[in-house]
């Protein structure tokens, strides 16, 4: 599965941001997906994650009630809301994608991941 995201730019502390990704193929619906972000001089952390049917969603204590991950399998797509957005979460965000199956602690870091996107920039100052 290919892995296109967007919906990456500048805001303003408080501020709201849409991050999209949709995936190429006709097989969407059969994996589980996630994001990731990625700041400056720092490794790749776990964001939100979501099951293949959206039935349940994972996320990382620092987004918590602030960002929201979905999904829409007849669009191939999911997303990520953001709002509240601080300056600590400027970083690039990238979407992956793994074949459904049981969550694992492993999921909460890029080797649970087989498929990724190539990233999309949120940069958040003032």
């Known amino acids: 599965v290919q892995l296109q995201a967007s919906g990456g730019g500048l805001v303003q502390p408080g501020g709201s941001l849409r991050l999209s990704c949709t995936a190429s193929?006709?097989?969407?619906?059969?994996?589980?997906m996630g994001w990731f972000r990625q700041a400056p001089g720092k490794e790749r952390e776990f964001v939100q994650a979501i099951t293949w049917s959206g039935g349940s969603t994972y996320y990382a204590d620092s987004v918590k009630g602030r960002f929201t991950i979905s999904r829409d399998n007849a669009k191939n797509t999911v997303y990520l809301q953001m709002n509240s957005l601080k300056q600590e979460d400027t970083a690039v965000y990238y979407c992956a994608a793994e074949r459904a199956g049981p969550w694992t602690s492993l999921r909460s870091g890029v080797k649970g991941w087989d498929y990724w996107g190539q990233g999309t920039l949120v940069t958040v100052s003032s």
């Open positions: 193929g006709p097989t969407f619906s059969r994996y589980d």
